[in-house]
């Protein structure tokens, strides 16, 4: 999300300024989403929880009662992402 956020505000992922590194560009996260969604292997409501706390830069919290639902939606998600990632061998097995 950093580096979508980084795009949003007009720089480049190759910028100098970002320190980090990327484990992959976010056209690989999108994609995977939305052939996970496309498939039906994940919904509308996996979506929209990935974005909103996506845009906070933290996954929801188990603890918090109000994000016990957006915890399970986003380690849904999550866990068929990593499938698809793994093939791309974005994401290490571990």
């Known amino acids: 999300m ?4 980084l795009r949003w505000e007009g720089g480049s ?6 320190n980090e590194m ?3 560009d ?3 996260i ?3 989403v939305k052939q996970l969604f496309s498939g ?3 919904h509308r409501a996996h979506v929209q929880v990935l974005h909103r706390f996506g845009v906070l830069d933290r996954s929801p919290d188990f603890r918090c009662p109000e994000e016990i639902i957006a915890h399970r939606l986003w380690e849904e998600a999550l866990d068929k ?3 698809i990632l793994r093939k791309k061998e974005i994401v ?3």
């Open 26 to 28: 976010p056209d690989d």
């Open 30 to 32: 999108y994609r995977a």
């Open 22 to 24: 990327r484990p992959c």
């Open 92 to 94: 290490e097995w571990t």
């Open 2 to 5: 950093r580096s979508q956020k």
């Open 81 to 83: 992402m990593t499938s």
């Open 40 to 42: 039906g292997h994940i």
């Open 13 to 18: 992922i190759g910028d100098k300024s970002v």
